[in-house]
């Protein structure tokens, strides 16, 4: 299979060094391997997503020396997809409506009994409130919350456990093991389908990556622990499990890692003040 590597942003704001790392590595990767570099824009989140950063993102790439094949695939144009994953995985009983709010789910999770509320990669792990004893039937709502139903996920897929993945990053290669107490215990039922997005990151991402046949996915090593949910989704969905190369985080002079409001650190403001593309390359390591 030829190494097929993406970049994902989210436009939600400028690009920062950390992106630029992130780009320029999964670039570097595919050239080496005279494979494909692919660009996706990761616009779900409607009510963040700028199509003024859209266009930044392609601006500060380019002037980075990157290219990518257009046209460039946009998530917020693939919507029929990801309902259409949501209509399979509900008819199979998988999926469940959830109507709690963020505070309903902070204090059920962290009743007297239960201690403070433990966190997965999505966030405070769901109690299960609103999970059904049975899978609901009838049509799949759309106007309300879908919570993957884990437990019954993992049991759909039996033997197939323990789940795994290779691990690519930093030098440091190895196969990873996900077992459903895993699953089910330190992730809990995730939430496919957001109220205001019809989707939602885990469910599009794991959709995108298959579709653009990527074989290997160049990301910040923040997401490793969320890889255990895109695997679950792959094998639910038959869809084949790329290679993972999770990377080290660019971090700012205290050591946190830098987020989209870092705009002191924008890839803009470096090529405002004159910086050039091997300038950045050198300040991030590569
Ligand atoms: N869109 C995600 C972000 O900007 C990246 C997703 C991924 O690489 O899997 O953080």
């Not at 008819?91 to 999770?109: F, K, V």
């Amino acid at each position: 299979m030829t190494f097929t590597t993406r970049f994902a942003p989210s436009p939600t704001g400028p690009l920062h060094l950390g992106h630029a790392y992130s780009a320029m590595l999964a670039f570097d990767m595919a050239r080496r391997a005279k494979g494909q570099f692919l660009l996706r824009i990761e616009d779900i989140d409607r009510s963040r997503a700028r199509r003024e950063w859209e266009d930044l993102i392609y601006e500060d790439l380019a002037w980075l020396g990157l290219s990518w094949p257009k046209p460039v695939m946009r998530q917020s144009d693939q919507q029929h997809r990801y309902e259409a994953a949501l209509d399979a995985l509900w008819s199979r009983g998988l999926l469940y409506p959830c109507t709690c709010s963020r505070a309903d789910i902070a204090a059920a999770a962290s009743a007297p009994q239960e201690g403070a509320p433990l966190h997965g990669p999505d966030g405070v792990i769901y109690p299960g409130t609103c999970r059904p004893a049975v899978p609901p039937s009838g049509p799949r709502p759309s106007d309300v919350p879908l919570r993957l139903d884990i437990g019954r996920a993992c049991s759909t897929l039996g033997d197939g456990f323990p789940l795994g993945f290779r691990e690519e990053g930093d030098g440091d290669a190895r196969d990873v093991c996900i077992t459903a107490t895993h699953l089910e215990r330190d992730v809990g039922d995730i939430v496919l389908s957001r109220r205001d997005m019809g989707t939602s990151y885990h469910l599009s991402v794991v959709l995108d990556d298959a579709a653009q046949g990527i074989s290997d996915v160049v990301r910040g090593r923040d997401l490793f622990d969320a890889t255990a949910i895109h695997v679950l989704l792959q094998k639910l969905m038959d869809l084949p499990v790329p290679r993972y190369h999770h990377h080290r985080l660019i971090r700012d002079a205290e050591g946190k890692r830098l987020a989209k409001r870092d705009d002191a650190r924008a890839i803009r403001l470096f090529r405002q003040d004159g910086a050039s593309p091997a300038d950045l390359r050198a300040m991030v390591g590569l």
